[in-house]
Structures are given as structure tokens and as C-alpha cells.
């Protein structure tokens, strides 16, 4: 399958600052950040991401062989909360995909989030 595996957490230093690669990538048991959003994209279907890169409104922090990592302000994720996301792949009759609103809207829209971006071919 070509696409994205796209993942949206919340940092365990409470977004007070952009996430940098050493706390993006820590994996102890400590570092557990809730999930707030999930879903897997088609092709194109993390081109948000990059405009907001290219904007300089979020800030890849990490890049691997399959796994990209981003940071990014709660602001400029709320789109979620009004659509499905941008070209989620569809099983059987309807898209699928993971939107924890409550915890989302619960977000200071200054708040510095992680996107996960993971090469699902």
C-alpha cells in the first residue's frame, strides 16, 4: 500500500516549546504522549504538513528512512475538527480515522503538538 501513516500527539513537556529531535524521538516510558489524532493518507495526502513546513508554521524535527516528524501549534491543526482529513484512505464504504475532539479542542491554540508521518509503502 503507497501512503501515510499520519499521527498528531501532544508532547510531554506540555507544548510549552517546539519539540526538538531528542524529544520527539524519546521512547521511555515517561515520554508516552496521548494520542489526539490518527489516520492512514494517500499519496498527497500529508501535502498539509509541507505547506506548513514551507510556511514555516510547523518544524520537521526529525527524518528517517520511513518516519518524519514534525512540530506544529495546535492552531494550525483545528482543521480536523471540521472534516475528515485530507485524502484518508476510505475501507469499505467510509473513511477511517481516529479524531480525539475533546482532547483537540482542549489544545491552547499555542500549543506545540507532534505529526507523525510514517511511509506505509
Known amino acids: ?6 499521527g498528531i500527539f501532544k508532547q510531554k513537556n506540555g507544548g510549552r516549546s517546539p519539540a526538538s529531535s531528542d524529544s520527539a524521538m524519546a521512547d521511555d516510558e515517561d515520554a508516552a504522549m496521548p494520542a489526539l489524532a490518527g489516520w ?3 499519496i498527497g495526502g500529508v501535502d ?3 505547506e506548513l513546513v514551507k510556511g ?3 518544524y520537521q524535527v526529525h527524518k528517517g528512512w520511513s518516519l518524519r516528524i514534525y512540530t506544529v501549534q ?3 491543526i483545528m482543521f480536523l475538527l471540521k472534516s475528515p482529513p485530507p485524502c484518508v484512505f476510505t475501507y469499505g464504504d467510509r473513511p477511517e480515522y481516529y479524531v480525539d475532539e475533546q482532547q483537540l479542542r482542549s489544545c ?3 500549543e506545540w503538538l507532534i505529526v507523525s508521518v510514517c511511509d506505509l509503502g
Open 1 to 6: 500500500m503507497l501512503g501515510w501513516g499520519v
Open 40 to 42: 492512514d493518507a494517500e
Open 48 to 50: 498539509w504538513i509541507y
Open 56 to 58: 514555516e508554521k510547523a
Open 74 to 76: 495546535a492552531k494550525h
Open 108 to 110: 491552547p491554540p499555542e
